[in-house]
């Protein structure tokens, strides 16, 4: 199974009722994540993934889609993440 | 209804997000009900540090309910044992009023998969007709329409009411006004090291309500009605999106910890001086803006 069919797996095993998540679906509004259930969901796919992702790559900012949410993903199962940005 | 139930939420209980809502769709003025929403770091960290306080519960800032009772412009009812029938008629019969019914603790859960914070978790039934009832859930943010079977069970038998009176008055909302310009004024440089607060859930409570109170702040000075419109300032504008900014961050950071059961303070310190320093950007900013304008 592919990562973005694996990362909407969890998804929906979080508890969102979406049947076709798209890439420009949003995490919050379209999703039905809040901030809190966001990290949770995080987490869940870390420990699907077995990838641990750094704190200061969950910026909100920069998780705003359903798309945003597999780029970072695939950051980390590939292997390219880096920690950056303005916090590092 | 008019507008989708978002989760930009500018409450911090469900309550208040529900009225928050229908307040606006009944096009009120919602923003000057921020007026007592300013809380510095200092207080909230201070508030929070010693372990006994949860986010739910904080009183720090008062509740929009409160605020809007306060100013005479909101009732506020609370019913018990109330039935089916009178919700019916109350949705159904009075566009003005907002009902929000109380639910069972199992609700959530059953409904939603969902764990709240507190017991007490209400719904804002907007609609009710022969079999069906369309309602809006907080925590998740849903608009459900469903079969009345599937709700009534749930139902604890409580309600509150919400019934817009009036507008604000304009000389009560300025006298709240100038208490806020003092109380941003004053001197807040807070030297709190939050590595004394070894209960990560605590700090990120504090700063959940700090990001609540700041978002209000923006609202409130963004209100092109109100006298206290904070006309085209850039230093403002730029300084307290900065400010939330850093806190929705700090804000996950903080619970990502909690669920990892472990903190890097060196971290949590960076996010921390970040927050401390574009907090007083916008509040000099406010400062000057009273003091000589823009």
Same mark, same amino acid.
């Not at chain 2, 009120?28 to 007592?36: A, H, N, Q, R, T």
């Not at chain 2, 540090?49 to 949860?54: H, P």
């Given at each position: 199974m592919d990562i973005v069919s694996k990362i909407k797996d969890v998804i929906k095993e979080s508890g969102c009722y979406l049947s076709n998540i798209k890439d420009e679906d949003r995490i919050n509004e379209d999703l039905g994540f809040d901030s809190l259930g966001l990290v949770g969901l995080i987490v869940n796919i870390e420990n699907v993934f077995d990838i641990e992702i750094d704190e200061f790559d969950l910026n909100p900012a920069d998780l705003v889609t359903f798309g945003d949410m597999c780029r970072l993903v695939k950051k980390y199962v590939e292997g390219e993440n880096q920690v950056g940005g303005m916090y590092a | 209804m008019q507008k989708k139930y978002t989760q930009e939420k500018m409450g911090i209980t469900c309550v208040e997000n529900y009225l928050i809502w229908f307040l606006m769709n009944q096009g009120?003025?919602? *923003?000057? &009900?921020?007026? *007592?929403s300013y809380i510095s770091i200092e207080d909230v960290l201070k508030d929070f540090?010693? $372990?006994? &306080? $949860?986010y739910e519960n904080y009183q720090g800032i008062p509740r929009i309910q409160d605020i809007g009772s306060d100013l005479r412009c909101l009732e506020m009812e609370f019913c018990n044992n109330i039935g089916l029938e009178t919700i019916f008629e109350h949705v159904n019969q009075d566009e003005s009023c907002c009902l929000l019914a109380g639910m069972n603790p199992d609700f959530a859960k059953d409904k939603f998969n969902a764990n709240l914070w507190r017991d007490d978790h209400f719904i804002y039934i907007y609609e009710v007709g022969e079999n069906q009832i369309h309602y809006l859930n907080d925590t998740p943010a849903v608009d459900v329409c469903s079969d009345i079977n599937e709700v009534k069970d749930y139902l604890n038998g409580t309600c509150i009411l919400f019934k817009v009176i009036r507008e604000i008055d304009e000389n009560i909302f300025n006298k709240k006004m100038n208490i806020l310009e003092k109380g941003i004024n004053k001197y807040d440089s807070t030297t709190f090291d939050i590595s004394g607060m070894k209960d990560i859930r605590s700090i990120r409570d504090a700063i959940g309500i700090l990001r609540v109170s700041r978002k209000r702040l923006k609202c409130l000075f963004s209100n092109g009605s109100a006298k206290y419109y904070i006309k085209e300032s850039e230093i403002f504008y730029k300084a307290i999106n900065e400010v939330i900014f850093h806190l929705d961050g700090f804000y996950l950071f903080l619970e990502y910890c909690n669920l990892k059961h472990r903190i890097d303070f060196k971290k949590a310190n960076v996010y921390m001086s970040l927050i401390k320093d574009s907090d007083m950007k916008w509040r000099n900013a406010i400062a000057d803006y009273y003091v000589e304008g823009f």
């Open positions: - | 009120f003025e919602v *923003d000057k &009900l921020y007026c *007592d540090s010693t $372990g006994e &306080l $949860g």
